[in-house]
């Protein structure tokens, strides 16, 4: 990609990435993912001057028949799923808001703080419509894990964008992960969200992935980015004595839950806030376009199309992640969205929790990621591990521009079940057959 080019692209990556970000989500490794995608593509731009090639199909609307997750569809775990699915619509919102992951909910949970301290004396309606059940997409289908990134990448970013920026864009990332444990830990929600905080192992598994940490590390640490004096280096050795894998890596604090419980209590927290901000969940309501307001007896600004009917209000958010081309037009718009599949698996391990640890983990560059379910009896029990990844397995497609979450990928699914017995041999056994098998596919802006 030439020099021109990738500066003309900076504005749109970090717009979007802050927007995610903002929103109290901790997308991991997306904003290096997002730059290695503009690299690998960066000689097919387009029109807009973004360099991602053109989609091989139209962005649909989320499909029916979703494959089933483990977080969404363990029974009771999603009593939201089908609330203000029946009965009558809303007719009439001053903000409606579309998808409820965790960015449709965040902006309800700030919206309604906000509408209560200046919205003045009149009641607010915020109204979530979403196409399936509640939290379906790839917040309820994704890793689990809540980390910020504490230095990796760091000194690409700081030579695209500027040290100043690059401890930003860090900052930003922490503030996003303490708001959102601070909303967690003063509702008294971290059982209820199963909230552990032991921290993430990164395994580096090439004296290049090694040597490129270090340099990330010390750039960080002379631009004065805060936070480092917890990362522990921890030696070959050591990690096989002490975890079972032979491969140096670096612990930085992190942690994990169960992200459709943590947006279901920013829902309820939403929805508690104020007598003046009433707001509404429509679930199984896809919205089927957006226009300008024709409605002569209404003086909003928009019109929302469902099959259910319409909806009149005067601001939209667009919370839809990888499906926003559905209804925003990259050409009018400007916004475009490169929605990318992965897969997770839920697999037992063969020793208990005291050897296989709580600590969530990561190797093989970000790609695979992991950690085990948090047990009631630590003697007794099998951790369960979530483990997303195996992409590079689609390689060089990387099933870019894919929106089908109702499928599993074989290909995917061998290398996944194959990864930890490999990493681990005392650990996990390749003949475990994984209790769950899930997809979900996110955005790449
Ligand atoms: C493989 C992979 C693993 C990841 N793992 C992690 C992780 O461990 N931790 C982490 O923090 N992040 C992770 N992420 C990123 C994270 O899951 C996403 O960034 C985040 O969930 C996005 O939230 P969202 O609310 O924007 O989107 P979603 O959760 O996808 O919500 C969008 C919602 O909009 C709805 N919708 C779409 N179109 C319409 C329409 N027209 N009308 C009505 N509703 C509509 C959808 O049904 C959906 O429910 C991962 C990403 C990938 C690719």
Avoid at 167 to 181: A, F, G, H, N, R
Avoid at 394 to 406: K, L, R, S
Wanted: proline content about 7%; charged content about 25%; overall charge negative.
């Amino acid at each position: 990609m030439g020099p021109t080019l990738r500066l003309r692209l900076i504005p749109h990556v970090l717009l979007l990435l802050v927007a995610q970000m903002a929103s109290a989500v901790v997308p991991v490794l997306q904003f290096d993912t997002a730059q290695f995608v503009l690299e690998s593509f960066g000689r097919d731009s387009d029109s807009l001057g973004l360099p991602f090639p053109h989609p091989a199909r139209p962005v649909t609307l989320p499909v029916a028949s979703p494959s089933k997750s483990f977080w969404l569809d363990s029974p009771g775990a999603n009593p939201l799923a089908k609330v203000g699915s029946e009965g009558e619509l809303t007719t009439d919102a001053d903000v409606c808001i579309i998808g409820s992951g965790i960015t449709g909910v965040s902006a309800a949970y700030h919206l309604a703080r906000l509408l209560e301290r200046k919205g003045g004396e009149a009641n607010r309606t915020v109204v979530i419509l979403e196409a399936r059940d509640f939290c379906s997409g790839a917040t309820g289908r994704n890793g689990g894990h809540l980390r910020p990134n504490p230095f990796s990448g760091f000194a690409r970013r700081a030579a695209l964008y500027g040290v100043e920026d690059a401890v930003k864009s860090y900052d930003l990332e922490e503030y996003t992960t303490q708001e959102l444990l601070r909303i967690i830990r003063e509702n008294g929600a971290s059982e209820e969200v199963d909230l552990v905080s032991e921290g993430r192992v990164t395994l580096l598994m090439t004296p290049e992935e090694e040597e490129s940490a270090r340099v990330d590390f010390e750039a960080a640490k002379a631009a004065g980015l805060g936070r480092l004096d917890s990362v522990k280096w921890i030696d070959r050795e050591t990690m096989n004595e002490t975890r079972g894998t032979s491969f140096p890596g670096v612990w930085t604090p992190g942690s994990n839950l169960w992200p459709l419980k943590a947006v279901a209590l920013l829902f309820k927290l939403a929805a508690s806030t104020s007598e003046k901000v009433n707001v509404t969940l429509h679930t199984h309501t896809p919205v089927t376009s957006v226009e300008p307001s024709t409605d002569s007896m209404s003086k909003r600004r928009y019109a929302l199309f469902t099959p259910r009917g319409a909806i009149n209000c005067d601001y939209v958010v667009h919370a839809t992640n990888g499906y926003a081309n559905y209804l925003l037009d990259p050409a009018k718009s400007k916004v475009r969205v490169v929605p990318t599949r992965g897969q997770i698996i839920l697999v037992p391990a063969i020793a208990g929790t005291e050897a296989v640890g709580k600590t969530g983990w990561a190797a093989n560059e970000g790609f695979e990621y992991w950690f085990p379910r948090p047990v009631k009896d630590s003697d007794e029990e099998r951790p369960l591990v979530v483990l997303g990844g195996a992409r590079e397995a689609m390689a060089p497609g990387f099933e870019y521009y894919e929106t089908d979450d109702g499928v599993v990928n074989r290909n995917i699914d061998s290398a996944l079940r194959s990864f930890l017995p490999k990493m681990f041999p005392g650990l996990y056994d390749e003949t475990s057959e994984p209790t769950w098998e899930w997809v979900r596919f996110s955005a790449l802006p």
